[in-house]
């Protein structure tokens, strides 16, 4: 019981850090890069620029107010451990905008510069957020809301349509396409760096494999790539013959060796090659 508690606290100590360090690298983003270049953000953050940018009130404290009623509505539904971590997490970055804006000197007077720093900031700061369970509020609380309503629709959509309506209002307000350019930018590296903190950097690919000689082919692959083989019962429902479909998980840098392997042990097999954004287990990443 105690080395439990003892695992907890450790674990809450650690929460509280990484989403620490989050909110302030978040921070850091817009008020140096994001905001001197008027990329408009998605989401409440988002709004919060745009009113910001009209009544000259500052955006963390904007941010704030309009997230009170999202997180009033959602407590019940998402849990007090979420609404507890992402609603420090946005109290914290948004003070910490307001302090921060202003007080950092121009970093770079290229926007093109400002916007792709900026996005690798704002995914850093947002994916460290993420780890550990939490969000910086705004539309990823209306998502979750969204989608336990609707799901058959995907986070990712709802996301997106959300943003587009929101970036698009923000560049009339604006008055600049080029504002509205400089946020996909922003959204699109940002997005790029979240994935490669929350999923690995070296995401893996995985191969379906239809051969003549399954197990002439599956030696090739152990022997060669020293990657397992798994065997899966097929039917090619043209020929109607039974078939044995190879599955093999390899790292993104040793699908062209299995490729030209394949293509010498049988180069009439068919091959069907997928992206895996994360495979866990030996010789791969650690379970954790």
Do not use: C
Not at 55 to 65: A, D, K, V
């Amino acid at each position: 019981m105690r080395k439990l508690s003892i695992k907890k606290a450790v674990d809450g100590a650690v929460s509280i850090f990484l989403i620490t360090v989050g909110a302030g690298v978040f921070a850091f983003s817009v008020a140096a890069f994001i905001r001197p270049i008027n990329a408009p953000l998605g989401g409440v953050s988002g709004v919060a620029q745009v009113i910001s940018h009209i009544s000259g009130w500052p955006m963390g404290m904007l941010i704030i107010i309009l997230n009170i009623p999202l997180f009033l509505i959602s407590w019940r539904e998402l849990g007090i451990r979420f609404i507890a971590g992402s609603l420090y997490g946005m109290v914290l970055s948004s003070i910490l905008i307001d302090v921060l804006e202003g007080r950092i000197p121009p970093l770079t007077e290229n926007p093109l510069l400002s916007a792709l720093y900026g996005g690798v900031f704002y995914g850093a700061g947002i994916a460290l957020v993420y780890m550990r369970g939490a969000t910086t509020g705004g539309s990823d609380i209306v998502v979750k809301l969204i989608q336990r309503r609707m799901e058959h629709l995907s986070m990712g959509r709802v996301t997106l349509i959300i943003n587009v309506v929101i970036i698009s209002g923000a560049a009339l307000v604006f008055r600049s396409i080029e504002s509205a350019l400089f946020a996909i930018v922003v959204q699109y590296v940002a997005s790029s760096v979240m994935d490669a903190i929350l999923h690995g950097v070296d995401n893996a690919s995985m191969a379906l494999i239809i051969t003549s000689d399954p197990q002439g082919m599956s030696d090739a692959i152990n022997a060669d790539l020293k990657r397992g083989v798994t065997g899966l019962s097929g039917k090619g429902m043209y020929t109607d013959e039974d078939k044995t479909v190879l599955m093999v998980a390899v790292r993104r840098h040793e699908l062209g060796p299995l490729k030209r392997l394949v293509r010498a042990q049988d180069s009439s097999s068919f091959v069907i090659t997928l992206n895996a954004s994360e495979v866990l287990g030996k010789g791969f990443k650690h379970m954790g």
